[in-house]
């Protein structure tokens, strides 16, 4: 199994757009479920959202109406589309694999004008 490979994050100004992407490579058995966390500096590590085998989807309440997850299976990629981008969404994003416990190295978001 090899661990998930993150991208796309960068510098945005508030109410602007990113698309992270999650790179997902090696048997894992099946198609995974995975999650997106985001770990400000000085905070706690925090649940961004979900993705199911069968595409259900969930999300904090903090991001709801603004972030949207979803994946393609060939290749097997998560992308969360993040809209209306605060500055308060600045943090690493983590992409981690549910049932094998797999995290990516992360993707740093920067939302400032």
């Known amino acids: 199994q090899v661990q998930p490979v993150e991208s796309g994050g960068g510098l945005v100004q508030p109410g602007g757009s990113l698309t992270l992407s999650c790179a997902i490579s090696?048997?894992?058995?099946?198609?995974?479920?995975v999650d997106w966390y985001r770990q400000a500096p000085g905070k706690q590590r925090e649940l961004v959202a979900v993705?199911?085998?069968?595409?259900?989807?969930n999300y904090a309440d903090s991001v709801k109406g603004r972030f949207t997850v979803f994946r393609t299976d060939v290749p097997d990629t998560v992308f969360l589309e993040m809209n209306n981008l605060k500055p308060e969404d600045t943090a690493d994003y983590f992409c981690?694999?549910?049932?094998?416990?797999?995290w990516g190295r992360g993707t740093q978001v920067t939302v400032s004008s």
């Open positions: 090696g048997n894992h058995g099946r198609i995974p479920a």
């Open positions: 993705i199911t085998p069968s595409n259900k989807t």
């Open positions: 981690h694999i549910i049932h094998s416990n797999l």
